[in-house]
């Protein structure tokens, strides 16, 4: 194992957290503020890279089937948010009933509309090209890929740290009646989280078409691999995800190196390990069950 | 007491007639009805008397099936077959709900989410063993010590006679006093802690029972099809029995059976018009959410209580208490 | 020679001292209360002692043990048992089956697998004469959700007693009762046998001083006095909390 291809796998498995990351951290703040686990957070995912791939293949520039994409999951998300999740705030069995045939139903669709066969978005021929550090050759597109993750993670903490939104949904929205009585108009606040989760959801898979490809199964896929993030990096803190999903791309990716029948027990491990030492996630606070 | 041994002489009695008025298909059909039963039930327990919602409960299910398509070859006795697919996966539960209930009930979900796809994924990926995605066949014979048994009739009776043993068994522990502390522990985990209850040695013990189950349940389908793949840990199957239950009443023992039945019913009838089933399954569990009134079993005690309302006076002392479990 | 002896324990949650170095034994036999205004740290008191909340520091000692690193679970089998300030029952069942589960905590049966709970004629024997002894038998088959708060709140006592603890912790037993439901509870209280010793968190003066052997005076998580009723009625520092508080000690 050369040095050089060693830093390219260790880019890839970086691009792949990113990714994870971008859609664990919509996951994660869905489920922090409206105490919602959204099953059909990976069918997100793949649509978002359908659209854009169904953009791509009527001469769309990736520049604007990306945004294109972003905008189309995030309506998908209102409109899911206002028409049933609305009807079962707080129950949570309910919930979890909800989103499951949610995500039968998008993925099925999915897959009636684009067919079975595996499918892969062209990177964009500005990042089309490579890098030299050196003896080190990196692709462009992977870094850019890393780029975004980091300029996600730097919105995120400005949102939270200097706007107003932002400290009410890291108090915790535990008491909407309250909540409401500060002014704030909680059920806009939903619906924006919501729909913001599933934008970054569309984003996520949009970026991993190039690297992940779309087919029947991706969605169960990414979303294991989304939960497994959120777990280990804890509830609700995106900061948690952010740690999480590099520390699983990389062991990830490095792992499909030296094990590749075995990759997703080493992850489905790193995350039992971090449960038994700390049962809430690296980040994580107390529940409220 | 006695209504509940009516119900189990009704139950036996509609399970030996049942192939009298049926076609082979039929039969089939609730031969495979009873396997999903028993997996379903199994499903019931944790969910509707340990208050435990698992969205990989098939993880046993393939654990059990895979381990008779596996040991096939090496044993051929049916009884030391099924019972260490029943031990293996009642092991598996074991271990694996020792970290998993640890955790609050949201990360449970998602980590026995991820438990079953790590199984379906490790029954894809190790080929050699398994045959991957292509599954492998079963060589066994269900020979009870009297012949081998292949035709549909005396495999229906084989997993009907599974079915009714697991309902009794299930039935006695529900009352158990294990039975009753772990739905009290549902019911009200801080007061059952007050009084002293381990709850987590209880929770514990209720997800194994179930894992042993599904994992019998498993071990049957093995017999059963002949043929097992990844597909039997995939979480579309842990959402399938999910919907059993949900249909059929959570928190009744009989509920999820009766909901395996109309699911399997309802599966075979759309799926010969149309290849959208899953899309259409979502779509009944999404109304089925929406509309919110709980699952079958839940209509019949209502119903049942609404009647005995009215025929009762207005003085709530003497009311009797209301049989939670209505069947 | 105490039973049960707090000592010195703290604790705080971020930048707020809910306790500070709080002391408190209870004697053999003893009914020892504890008053204070809102606030004073009480139901956190029982939290710490009880294990649901670690405490900073200090200790809890039990018949010599230390038991503030046991999970809570464990107390019950050493003898302590505690109720909780807002009903805490199990609600969509019958009172007969609320006691069912409160007595089969500690029966040696409880592990079992087949045999029904009904059948352990120990379990009826115990749960008839629960009723019988406190009058409720008319409610056995009464769902809880549908006794009066009254009614649920001598629950609340029962299911603590059937365990036949050494210690009760009885956190506010009267909150929110009639003054009639009052003067019910007090008198139970005082039915209860000197073979359980009762540490009780209360706020209504009157059944304070029908029921108590000593007095403890929590204010703002510290122990601002502590003794026999007569010296407590009469200690300067308490009556101007209580009179600056609104509250009036004479009973």
Known sequence: MTLSILSVQLLTGLAYGMLYFMIAAGLTIILGVMNIVNLAHGTFFLTGAYVAFSLLSNQVSFWIALPISVAVMAIVGIVIEKLFIRRVYGKELEQVLLTFGLAFIIADAAEWIWGTEIQTLAVPSLLDTSISFGTLVFPVYRLFVVLVGCALAALLWYFETRTRIGAVIRAGVDDRAMVSALGINVGLVFTGVFAFGAGLAGLSGVLGGPLLGMYTGLDSEILVTSLIVVVVGGLGSWRGSFIGAILIGLIETLGKIWFPSLSMLIVFLIMVVVLIIRPQGLFGRGVTS | MTRQIQMLLLLVIIVICAPWIMTQYGLTLATEIMIMAIFAMSLGLIMGYAGMVSLGHAAFFGIGAYTVALLGPLLHNVFLLVLCAILLSSLIALLSGMVFIRTSHFYFLMITLAFGQLLFALFWQLKSWTGGADGMKVSVSMDLGFGDIFSPLGLYYVMAVAFLFIYVLLRLFVQSPAGRIIKGVMENESRMIALGYPIRSYKLLAYTISGGIAGFAGALYAYYNLFVSPDLSNWMFSGQVMIMVIIGGVGTLLGPAIGAGLFIILQNFISSYTERWSMIMGILLVALVLAGKGGIAHWFAYIGSMVRRMRMKKDTRTKPKEEEVSD | ??????????????????????????????????????????????????????????????????????????????????????????????VEENLHLAIAARKPYR?????????????????????????????????????????????????????????????????????????????????????????????DMEVVFSIADRITVLHHGEVIAQGKPEEIRNDGMVRHIYFGGGAKIHA
């Open chain 3, 1 to 94: 020679m105490s039973l049960l002896q707090v000592e010195n324990i703290s604790k705080s949650y971020k930048q707020l001292q809910v306790l500070h170095q709080v002391s408190v034994d209870v004697r053999p036999g003893e009914r020892h209360v504890i008053i204070g205004p809102n606030g004073a740290g009480k139901t956190t008191l029982f939290h710490c002692i009880t294990g649901l909340t670690p405490i900073d520091d200090g200790k809890v000692i039990w018949e010599g043990e230390e038991i503030h690193r046991l999970y809570p679970h464990r107390l019950v089998h050493l003898g302590l048992s505690r109720t909780f300030q807002k009903n805490n029952l199990f609600g969509n069942l019958s």
């Open chain 3, 111 to 203: 592990w079992q697998l087949l045999k029904s709970l009904l059948a352990f004629p120990d379990l009826k024997e115990e749960t008839e004469s629960f009723l019988e002894q406190w009058e409720i038998t008319a409610l056995r088959g009464v769902l809880v959700n549908n006794l009066s708060y009254g009614e649920q709140r001598l629950l609340e006592v029962l299911l603590a007693l059937a365990s036949h603890p050494r210690i009760l912790l009885l956190d506010e037993p009267t909150s929110g009762m009639s003054p009639a439901e009052t003067a019910q509870t007090a008198a139970m209280i005082r039915r209860l046998p000197r073979s359980v010793s009762l540490l009780v968190i209360e706020h």
